[in-house]
């Protein structure tokens, strides 16, 4: 079974520029979710989707950033303008977990990351 | 919301030696899981464990939810073992299977 997959793995740009990531989770996972992890600390959740549909994104900085999964499948994380302080690992995950459904299991697991740095 | 502390911070053994990493939480939780963050970057599964013992090969882990507690035991430590290692939690009664992290134990084993 494939794992999380992300990209890039690295993006070093300017402030104010704009970036996007995209993940595409485990075949079949329904519950996907975007972490921010700034060097030396847990990651932090900034938004979760089921399907195509968001469930949390209250830690979500939406002036700048924005996130979607049209298809329920792949989804990309987007900031414009980026600051200075969005240097961060960005991490996707993803669980089989449906709870419309009342199916799958809590466990999330990780993909690679994408390293940012803004400039 | 919950809080999650993680002792200790930082931890450095000899090869070979074990280790027992803690994770207090301050509200009952659904989920929690131990993960291993390699140098490299990846958050590796290591255990889905909100009650209950559970091993795996050199590893075990131990959740008292009860008293809102979890250790993670590492036996004959190896220099792979290295890195970050993050306990996150789901709380009890909310709805939404997210989790939180705690800051994490950097552990460095040495050769």
């Known amino acids: 079974e494939a794992g999380v997959a992300q990209s890039p793995r690295y993006k070093i740009i300017e402030k104010r520029q704009s970036v996007a990531f995209w993940c595409n989770p485990i075949s079949g996972h329904a519950t996907l979710y975007w972490y921010q992890q700034i060097l030396g600390q847990g990651p932090k959740l900034l938004i979760q989707f089921q399907n195509n549909g968001v469930v949390d994104d209250s830690q979500l900085p939406k002036d700048r950033f924005s996130a979607e999964r049209l298809k329920g499948v792949d989804s990309t994380l987007k900031i414009q303008p980026a600051k200075l302080e969005d240097s961060a690992v960005y991490l996707c995950?993803?669980?089989?977990?449906?709870?419309?459904?009342?199916?799958?299991?809590?466990?999330?697991?990780f993909g690679p990351g994408t390293r940012l740095t803004v400039l | 919301g919950i809080q999650v502390e993680q002792s200790p911070p930082d931890l450095i053994l000899q090869e070979g030696a074990n280790s027992t990493l803690r994770c207090n939480f301050s509200?009952?939780?659904?989920?929690l899981q131990w993960f291993h963050q390699n140098p490299w970057g990846q958050l590796i599964n290591l255990f889905y464990?909100?009650?209950g013992t559970k091993q795996n090969g050199r590893l075990s882990a131990t959740t008292v939810a009860t008293e809102r507690y979890s250790l993670l035991y590492i036996s004959s430590s190896q220099t792979t073992d290295s890195g970050v290692y993050f306990c996150a939690v789901d709380p009890s009664g909310g709805s939404n299977y997210k989790l939180t992290f705690g800051k994490g134990t950097l552990l460095t084993v040495n050769p």
């Open positions: 464990i909100p009650s």
């Open positions: 509200d009952s939780v659904n989920n």
């Open positions: 995950a993803s669980s089989s977990r449906d709870s419309y459904r009342g199916s799958g299991t809590d466990t999330q697991y």
